[in-house]
């Protein structure tokens, strides 16, 4: 299986700090992509970082992919606490039009 | 733009009762459609895929199947729900290809009692 799985499952910050979520992985894949969960809402796609790409920035949000550690990460800098949601990440193998989603890391922003 | 649209937003029903839950998208066309569960506090399961219309692929053998009778339409259903099929469902679109993002519903809550 190429499901991708996040560390920590749960993280608690103060607000203005910085957040950085970890997804693993364990087969090749095609490209990588951080979803956005509110409580009780569906997805929203974050970002999506191809294979052959290390870095990718969006605001303040910043993905890193090692694809030979099979790891990637998000971060988020200077957290609000609207930023306050289930962050999962989700891999697309090779020829595949599918995802398979981590389960997911809750981040919490204390004000 | 683009829109999904994804009802009932909660639903419960009895043990052994069917069910229909509906998921239609506008502003595209020749979508990818798909149909996860979601169990509290856990990752997305995906139960189907479409890559067209009377393409469906199955992911995780069980009491539920889907179909897609037009292009944007893609329909999740039961003919008897077990206490085991609750959950958070959710559909989602994407365009053709392998280098595309999901863009989801809000979800149906369902709650088998």
């Known amino acids: 299986s190429q499901q991708g799985e996040e560390d920590p499952q749960a993280l608690s910050i103060q607000e203005g700090e910085n957040a950085t979520m970890n997804c693993s992985y364990k087969?090749?894949?095609?490209?990588l992509q951080w979803y956005r969960q509110n409580s009780g809402r569906g997805l929203v796609h974050l970002i999506l970082?191809?294979?052959?790409?290390r870095e990718k920035h969006s605001g303040r949000l910043r993905v890193t992919l090692d694809t030979s550690k099979k790891s990637s990460s998000l971060l988020i800098t200077a957290s609000r606490a609207a930023d306050t949601a289930s962050y999962f990440c989700a891999t697309n193998g090779r020829g595949a039009q599918k995802l398979v989603f981590g389960q997911g890391t809750r981040l919490t922003i204390n004000p | 733009s683009q829109t999904i649209h994804q009802w009932p937003a909660t639903l419960v029903q009895p043990v052994g009762s069917p069910l229909s839950l509906e998921c239609t998208v506008e502003g595209t066309s020749n979508p990818n459609l798909y149909w996860y569960r979601q169990a509290a506090g856990r990752g997305l399961q995906l139960l189907f895929y479409s890559v067209g219309i009377g393409q469906i692929s199955s992911e995780v053998p069980q009491n539920l199947s889907a179909s897609r009778p037009q292009d944007r339409q893609f329909i999740l259903s039961s003919k008897k729900l077990l206490l085991s099929d609750s959950g958070f469902y959710l559909c989602?679109?994407?365009?053709?290809?392998?280098?595309?993002?999901?863009?989801f519903g809000d979800g149906t809550r369902l709650s088998i009692l």
């Open positions: 087969t090749s894949i095609n490209n």
């Open positions: 970082i191809r294979s052959n790409e």
């Open positions: 989602a679109w994407s365009d053709q290809g392998a280098l595309q993002p999901q863009h």
